[in-house]
T-cell receptor, first 113, second 114 residues
Framework: IAGITQAPTSQILAAGRRMTLRCTQDMRHNAMYWYRQDLGLGLRLIHYSNTAGTTGKGEVPDGYSVSRANTDDFPLTLASAVPSQTSVYFC????????????FGSGTRLTVV | DQQVKQNSPSLSVQEGRISILNCDYTNSMFDYFLWYKKYPAEGPTFLISISSIKDKNEDGRFTVFLNKSAKHLSLHIVPSQPGDSAVYFCAAIIGGTSYGKLTFGQGTILTVHP
């Protein structure tokens, strides 16, 4: 089934540990995005990539890094997790102008303790 | 600074009646607006969109209205069904015809009672 696969589905992580959230799409979409969802704040953009080899910062990039070595994969890394990074993380992709809408993955629920 | 705001955290509606979800924005540069629907444990799914050059877009039971002067948009669902119960996010973008980035509101939880 075409779409976006995120892994893991959920994770409890000790503060200070490093963690990589994986995101893979099989739709050959050029653009990919990472959002975090927090109660009362909605979805906020962390990082994005318009095409393989390029990345950019979103609204809340601090503490996170991304890479885009190829079209399909867009991992998000927390170098040293802190409790404020407890959130639900969504990866998304787009096949053209953003007005077409994004396709989202099912999310990763991360708890930093 | 929240550029896209959904001031109603929740809305409860009887099945068959109209659901109206509201969204306000502050940035007059936004030129495309979208609504997403999200069920628990799933990612958001695209529902309907509208360009700033229009004031209405309709797709089946879903209609989005845009009032540019008031910087306000609304999503109407008629008739509402229990399966519509979900979190609804409005989103906006500058440069809807390019690889822009969506700015989302906080979301509104819609509950449709049978």
């Amino acid at each position: 089934i075409a779409g976006i696969t995120q892994a893991p589905t959920s994770q409890i992580l000790a503060a200070g540990r490093r963690m990589t959230l994986r995101c893979t799409q099989d739709m050959r979409h050029n653009a990919m995005y990472w959002y975090r969802q927090d109660l009362g704040l909605g979805l906020r953009l962390i990082h994005y990539s318009n095409t393989a080899g390029t990345t950019g910062k979103g609204e809340v990039p601090d503490g996170y890094s991304v890479s885009r070595a190829n079209t399909d994969d867009f991992p998000l890394t927390l170098a040293s997790a802190v409790p404020s990074q407890t959130s639900v993380y969504f990866c998304a992709s787009s096949d053209g102008p953003a007005s077409y809408g994004y396709t989202f993955g099912s999310g990763t629920r991360l708890t930093v303790v | 600074d929240q550029q896209v705001k959904q001031n109603s955290p929740s809305l409860s509606v009887q099945e068959g009646r109209i659901s109206i979800l509201n969204c306000d924005y502050t940035n007059s540069m936004f030129d495309y607006f979208l609504w997403y629907k999200k069920y628990p444990a799933e990612g958001p799914t695209f529902l309907i969109s509208i360009s700033s050059i229009k004031d209405k877009n309709e797709d089946g039971r879903f209609t989005v209205f845009l009032n540019k002067s008031a910087k306000h948009l609304s999503l109407h669902i008629v008739p509402s069904q229990p399966g519509d119960s979900a979190v609804y996010f409005c989103a906006a973008i500058i440069g809807g015809t390019s690889y822009g980035k969506l700015t989302f509101g906080q979301g509104t939880i819609l509950t449709v009672h049978p």
